[in-house]
């Protein structure tokens, strides 16, 4: 059995440099004394030559300019002893030296499959067996490769893959979407998986999380996220509406205390994510985070953080940390869905370190059968970082011209006012903030335990949806997935703040600080800040390092107070989430930088390192 350690300082050995995803490097090398200082150290280049990156069936006008020959990357690469392990958009995984940025092995993955967006899991090997890495794909495969060599681990699974669209999770259906745009977690022997599925149709595979033998790819447990009509949590659910039934998934990331043996899942929204009229009821484990025992699957407790979600909340943002007050520590972990209300909780029983109360919230739709929960919880401390309600005062007005543009931007999506977790309507269009990408989306925060300050990237961006019957009876978004901005600027419809790097001092429940992050280049709106994708993660040397935005950025801030300090330009922006490693007495920073996001093409395909002279 692989023993449960700390990743060394050097390291960084999974996604969230350790199993519970605080993202903190105990690294010091560069401090805010010489930040400033960093420069290039090498670049490495994911796609092959002669490869060029197909973006798929989109309309003439858009290929045209989506059409670069790069594909988009959210990947944050691992470091272990010496090595990176990247997944990369071009259908391989890779090995590449951290020293050099000279690539060691590359495995291409078959039929043009492509592995998981965001990256790779390490497993440190056991009785015998070499260190491996893991990670799923898009067509539902999850593959174990040698991580010496690249080569598949023949032991695992059919010559290193294991097929996880079994019958269990395929809910009867021949073919459905079912695969893995997050790397799994490890616990010991365990690879524990969750999903990416449909968010409609509501029928589909089921969002089940699962656990297999590291070496085998055996089926070791499997957790039901909605539960079978004879577990607890059954009497939740309108009684024949959960079957069949997909989402309810882990899109983002298990977080693991090793210690204590507990894997805790942030288990996502059903389907459909804006109707709930087919699924009365509050709906476990939906938008819950969930704990179980790690070796077995076996149930320990839930918090669920929204009651019959039917905003697309989700819950993609879940961190393990520690809370020191009154002289002692408390395990805890930070629980945030997309509204980003932040729910600090002891994670080993499950209970808010400060007051949880149910907050009475609108109820009122003009959708027939729909029954909005009439409570959803809400903290008395931290306060909810983002707004969360819009009326007309609100719109931008910072020029005559953005106010006349987001003055037809309203008028043509038909936009109503919005009060927090306002029931979505059929004669106009709600303007849900802080909106489908958050508030917090899966880049998720990072914690500094000597600070106690847990820091977060925010978006404030509305989603305006409105609701039409569907041939089949039941109701889904009119015109699609739609936002509250001005395509032709980019900028959102509302008042700023858009984008911002905040602290939260976990002890306390306060805003210890919060800056804009991110430049529009527009001088009326220097500090809105812009949307962002992907997180940020901390060191030892006081710093907090973040790309994320559109701007073709990276930038490292005081931790401590919010300074900026340090601004690297990109060959184009990063939206996964940066890292730090040492390489003998150096240490390192890398970032992913291809953009494709927030209605931009990917123009690179650059991994590139950083370090003091």
Known sequence: MAIAAPPKDGDWASYGRDPGGARHS?????????????????????????????????????????????????????????????????????????????????????????????GVAYWPGAKGKGARIFFGTRSGKLIALDAATGHPAA???????????????????????????????????????????????????AGDVRAWDARTGRLVWTFHTIPRDDEPGADTWEPGSTKGRSGTNVWTFVQVDEKRGIAYLPIGTPTFDRWGGDRKG????????????????????????????IWDFDLPTLTLIDVRRGGRV??????????????????????????????????????????????????????????LSYGPDDILDVTPE????????AKNLNIAPSKPFQPLRADSAVNTFPGSLGGVDWGGG????????????LNELGSPQQLERQPDGSWGMKGGYAYFAD????????????????????????????????????????DAGI??????????????????????????FETKTGKLLWTAELPDSNYGTPMTYAVGKRQMVAVVATGGFAFSPATSDAVIAYALP
């Open 282 to 309: 509050a709906n476990l484990y939906s938008n819950s985070v969930v704990a179980v025992d790690a070796a077995t699957g076996r149930y320990l407790w839930h918090f669920q953080t929204v009651h019959h979600d």
């Open 26 to 118: 105990p690294l010091k090398q560069i401090t805010t004394a010489n930040v400033d200082k960093l420069r290039q150290a090498w670049v490495y280049h994911m796609r092959p030559p002669g490869v060029t990156a197909d973006v798929g069936p989109m309309p003439d006008g858009m290929r045209a300019r989506f059409a670069t020959g790069f594909s988009a990357s959210e990947a944050t690469p691992l470091v272990v002893d010496g090595v990176m392990y990247l997944s990369t958009p071009y259908n391989r995984v890779v090995a590449v030296d951290a020293a050099t940025g000279r690539e060691r092995w590359a495995y291409t993955l078959a039929n043009k499959d492509q592995p998981s967006t965001r």
């Open 330 to 387: 408390i395990p805890a972990l930070v629980a945030m869905n997309k509204t980003a209300i932040m729910f600090v909780l002891d994670r080993v029983t499950g209970k808010p370190l400060f007051d949880v109360r149910e907050m009475p919230v609108p109820t009122e739709t003009d959708v027939p059968g729909e029954q909005p929960w009439p409570t959803q919880p809400m903290p008395v401390a931290p306060p909810p970082l983002t707004r």
């Open 155 to 205: 032991e695992f699974g059919e010559a290193g893959i294991v097929n996880l669209k079994t019958p269990e999770v395929m809910n009867g259906l021949k073919v459905a979407p079912l695969g893995m745009s997050s790397p799994p977690a490890i616990y010991k022997d365990l690879v524990i998986t969750g999903s990416r599925v449909q968010e409609m149709p509501i029928k589909g595979a």
């Open 531 to 556: 949307t962002s994708a992907g997180g940020p993660f901390t060191t030892s040397g006081g710093l907090t390092f973040i790309g994320a935005t559109k701007d073709k950025r990276l930038r490292a």
């Open 487 to 526: 395509m032709e600027t980019g900028f959102p419809c509302s008042k700023p703040p858009w984008g911002e790097l905040v602290a939260v001092d976990v002890a306390k429940g306060t805003v210890a600080w919060r800056r804009p992050l991110g430049d529009t280049g527009h001088p009326a709106l220097k």
């Open 402 to 409: 953005l106010k006349a543009r987001c003055e037809q931007v």
């Open 446 to 457: 990072a914690f500094d335990p000597k600070l106690g300050l847990y820091v977060i990237n």
